[in-house]
């Protein structure tokens, strides 16, 4: 297929390389030079206009930072850009109201789209292994999965426009949330007398087993190798956990959820992040 890829930053980037690698020509655009140079050495088309690239391909995927700049690029150079029968994918994480008016807006110009956003940080996207959440039609989700295939692992067909974005912001919601917690179960447990591995040792094989624990240990040298081993370097930057929980919340107040503890989880990311943005989000242990 003839694709168009805009957005090739630590994500996007890896991205449109691996749908090089499964046989692809891509055509690449990027506000970023350095980010075009990279992508070009990856195999792919360097365009310095989005609208340009767009001509005449099968395909349009997007990995931009937020739903404002999604909504801007998809009316300036993709509605009427793309040729009617390609299918547009936005893979990036954004708020669910602008995902679904986007894709509504899609559909009235007469595409099918899908909203796409991933689970799995840059490791994943370098090695094609993102887990996709995709919401819209059952035709445009049939037209998008073999273009998700190449660059991940699995591609789940979460429901209607915009239910990526829900389904990515409800679990990410629970991800910070069960880290802050998991992360004061050892800190007490430490307080109390209690070895770290002594307590991951029984808590692990427990019902207080859950994720950020056995895959994600925020204590260094506990569990598998995770960035606490590595000064919190690399992994999933705080700031990033931050943006999902104030989506979450955000989300949280348009349809009058109940989520005390998600925004409990926001305001503590938020004072973190004022210092420590840059950190992997396990590093909130070092709050507590
Ligand atoms: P990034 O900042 O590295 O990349 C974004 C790219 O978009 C940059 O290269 C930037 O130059 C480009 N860009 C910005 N405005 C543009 C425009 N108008 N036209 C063309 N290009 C433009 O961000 P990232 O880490 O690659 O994240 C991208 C998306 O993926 C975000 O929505 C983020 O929330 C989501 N995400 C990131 C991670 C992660 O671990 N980094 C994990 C899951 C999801």
Same mark, same amino acid.
């Not at 890829?5 to 991205?15: S, T």
């Given at each position: 297929?003839?694709?168009?890829?805009?957005? *090739?930053?630590? @994500?996007? $980037? &890896?991205? !449109?390389?691996?749908?090089?690698? %499964?046989?692809?020509?891509?055509? #690449?655009?990027?506000?970023?030079?350095?980010?075009?140079?990279?992508?070009?050495?990856?195999?792919?088309?360097?365009?310095?206009?989005?609208?340009?690239?767009?001509?005449?391909?099968?395909?349009?995927?997007?990995?931009?930072?937020?739903?404002?700049?999604?909504?801007?690029?998809?009316?300036?150079?993709?509605?009427?850009?793309?040729?009617?029968?390609?299918?547009?994918?936005?893979?990036?994480?954004?708020?669910?109201?602008?995902?679904?008016?986007?894709?509504?807006?899609?559909?009235?110009?007469?595409?099918?789209?899908?909203?796409?956003?991933?689970?799995?940080?840059?490791?994943?996207?370098?090695?094609?292994? *993102?887990?996709? @959440?995709? $919401? &819209?039609? !059952?035709?445009?989700?049939?037209? %998008?999965?073999?273009?998700?295939? #190449?660059?991940?692992?699995?591609?789940?067909?979460?429901?209607?426009?915009?239910?990526?974005?829900?389904?990515?912001?409800?679990?990410?919601?629970?991800?910070?949330?069960?880290?802050?917690?998991?992360?004061?179960?050892?800190?007490?447990?430490?307080?109390?007398?209690?070895?770290?591995?002594?307590?991951?040792?029984?808590?692990?094989?427990?019902?207080?087993?859950?994720?950020?624990?056995?895959?994600?240990?925020?204590?260094?040298?506990?569990?598998?190798?995770?960035?606490?081993?590595?000064?919190?370097?690399?992994?999933?930057?705080?700031?990033?956990?931050?943006?999902?929980?104030?989506?979450?919340?955000?989300?949280?107040?348009?349809?009058?959820?109940?989520?005390?503890?998600?925004?409990?989880?926001?305001?503590?990311?938020?004072?973190?992040?004022?210092?420590?943005?840059?950190?992997?989000?396990?590093?909130?242990?070092?709050?507590?």
């Amino acid at each position: 297929m003839k694709i168009a890829f805009i957005g *090739l930053g630590n @994500m996007g $980037g &890896g991205m !449109a390389a691996n749908l090089v690698k %499964a046989g692809h020509a891509v055509r #690449a655009f990027d506000l970023s030079e350095e980010a075009l140079t990279a992508a070009a050495e990856h195999g792919c088309e360097p365009f310095t206009d989005a609208a340009e690239a767009c001509a005449g391909v099968d395909a349009v995927v997007t990995m931009l930072p937020n739903g404002r700049i999604v909504k801007s690029v998809y009316e300036a150079s993709v509605f009427g850009h793309a040729p009617n029968g390609a299918v547009l994918l936005d893979c990036s994480t954004i708020d669910v109201a602008t995902a679904r008016e986007v894709i509504k807006r899609s559909i009235d110009t007469g595409y099918d789209m899908v909203d796409a956003p991933v689970s799995g940080g840059i490791a994943a996207a370098n090695s094609g292994t *993102l887990t996709f @959440m995709v $919401g &819209g039609t !059952a035709k445009a989700f049939t037209r %998008a999965e073999p273009v998700l295939q #190449a660059m991940g692992k699995a591609v789940i067909h979460a429901g209607d426009a915009g239910n990526g974005q829900a389904a990515k912001i409800c679990n990410n919601m629970l991800l910070g949330i069960h880290m802050i917690g998991t992360a004061e179960a050892f800190t007490m447990a430490q307080k109390l007398g209690l070895d770290p591995q002594t307590f991951y040792d029984i808590s692990s094989v427990s019902s207080g087993q859950n994720w950020s624990m056995t895959s994600y240990c925020p204590v260094p040298g506990v569990g598998p190798q995770t960035p606490a081993d590595n000064d919190y370097q690399g992994g999933f930057a705080t700031a990033l956990m931050l943006k999902d929980l104030k989506l979450a919340m955000e989300a949280a107040e348009s349809t009058d959820a109940s989520t005390p503890l998600g925004r409990h989880a926001k305001e503590l990311y938020e004072r973190f992040a004022e210092e420590h943005g840059g950190l992997d989000f396990s590093a909130i242990i070092r709050s507590l």
